[in-house]
Every structure is written in structure tokens, then in C-alpha cells.
């Protein structure tokens, strides 16, 4: 399997300031055949399914605010939020789909 | 609209068995494999296993081989999880979601939960 380690565990960024938050893989998730990542953020907000926030490592999905973006490649990820707003606060889980079982982070808790 | 709704809580005692269920609705179901994640409380997210209703492809993880059985009706567009012999560490919220095509890539829509109680 393919463990996922996220840093931190738990994070508090003042309103309006940036948060970031690091995905590391146990191999690469990079699909060489097509240059992807096979690396998806959500977040989950308390007594919520998660939401899919970002794809392929850096594709933001339709409706997210583009204050949230991804970045990284190969066993290294990142997710920013450039701006932090009072309704960001959640739980962020990184995962990969790149082989099954498609394993996700431990979680980052995220307050203000 | 895409929606997968989940059945409702469940309360169980250990060793007994237990069927929860998935309905899509607003797409083809056919086309895209739906998973199931557990969240023990307080904890993080597993990926259990999907399954194509298709043709009942299914694939799971090792953590949950032969602890459950994923399977689907596609003729009524449900995805089922089920336990034959319940354990109090089967207590946890459970998700399906479903994931993108062709892939399967990272999940798109989830379903709002099914909370599972096993308690003596």
C-alpha cells in the first residue's frame, strides 16, 4: 500500500493569513504515460461528508474558491490557502488514486 | 443533479449481520465505480473497496478483505456494504462516494453517511 503523511496534524492561522499544508507519498504517484499526479485534497467540515477541493494535484474543482490551490509532484504535495477565512475551518485529507487501496493522509485539522 | 443517499443510522449488537445501502440517482450508475470509506470516531478517513455495478467488479483493501462484501444491484441502482458477523471496532460513520471514470480516479460525490453502533 501506498502510505500518505500528512504535516501538520493540527494548524491555527490567524483570519486572512496563509495556511499551508504538506502530503508526502511512500512512492510516486506520478503516472508517466499522461505526466499526472494521482493526487486528490478534500475537505471535511464537522458532521459533513469530505468535498473533492482539488484533483491531479492541482486542479481545483468547479465552484472552490481560488483561494485554495495545489501544487507539488512525484511524493511531495501541497495544499495553500492564500487567505484564510473563518469558513475554511476543517479537516484536510490528501489521497492518492494512483493504486488500490487508494489511501488517504491521517488529516490535517485546520483552525483559527 | 448527482446524489447518493445513503439508508439510516443503524444500531447492532456483535455478531449480528448487517446490509447498508447506496442509491445514485441522477446519473448513469453503470458507469462509474462507487466506493465505500469508513471514519471510526474522532479519526480519519479509510478506503474500504469499490465495486462497478456493471458487472460487479469489485476491488478491496487489504485492511478489509474478508471483513465485509461490497456488491450493487443495478437494477435498482443501490450499492450495498454488509457485515455477516458485527464487531464493536465496526462502529464508525460509512461513506459511499463515487469515484471518477474512466480511472478509477479521486471521489467526486459522497453520500451524507451512514452511522454504524455496535453495542452490547
Known amino acids: 500500500d501506498i502510505v500518505m503523511t500528512q504535516s501538520p496534524d493540527s494548524l491555527a492561522v490567524s483570519l486572512g493569513e496563509r495556511a499551508t499544508i504538506n502530503c508526502k507519498s511512500s512512492q510516486s504517484v506520478l503516472f508517466s504515460s499522461n505526466n499526472k499526479n494521482y493526487l486528490a485534497w478534500y475537505q471535511q467540515k464537522p458532521g459533513q461528508p469530505p468535498e473533492v477541493l482539488i484533483y491531479?494535484?492541482?486542479t481545483r474543482e468547479s465552484g472552490v474558491p481560488d483561494r485554495f490551490s495545489g501544487s507539488g509532484s512525484g511524493t511531495d504535495f501541497t495544499l495553500t490557502i492564500s487567505s484564510l477565512q473563518a469558513e475554511d475551518v476543517a479537516v484536510y485529507y490528501c489521497q492518492q488514486y494512483y493504486s488500490t487501496p487508494y489511501t488517504f493522509g491521517q488529516g490535517t485539522k485546520l483552525q483559527i | 443533479e448527482v446524489q447518493l443517499v445513503q439508508s439510516g443510522a443503524e444500531v447492532k449488537k456483535p455478531g449480528e449481520s448487517l446490509k447498508i445501502s447506496c442509491k445514485g440517482s441522477g446519473y448513469t450508475f453503470t458507469s462509474y465505480w462507487i466506493g465505500w470509506v469508513r471514519q471510526m470516531p474522532g479519526k480519519g478517513l479509510e478506503w474500504m473497496g469499490i465495486?462497478?455495478?456493471?458487472?460487479?467488479?469489485?476491488r478491496y483493501s487489504p485492511s478489509f478483505q474478508g471483513q465485509v462484501t461490497i456488491s450493487a444491484d443495478k437494477s435498482i441502482n443501490t450499492a450495498y456494504l454488509q457485515w455477516s458477523s458485527l464487531k464493536a471496532s465496526d462502529t464508525a460513520m460509512y461513506y459511499c462516494?463515487?469515484?471518477?471514470?474512466?480511472?478509477?480516479?479521486?471521489?467526486?460525490?459522497w453520500g451524507q453517511g451512514t452511522l454504524v453502533t455496535v453495542s452490547s
Open positions: 462516494a463515487r469515484h471518477v471514470t474512466p480511472g478509477p480516479y479521486y471521489f467526486d460525490y
Open positions: 491531479w494535484a492541482s
Open positions: 465495486i462497478y455495478p456493471d458487472d460487479s467488479d469489485t
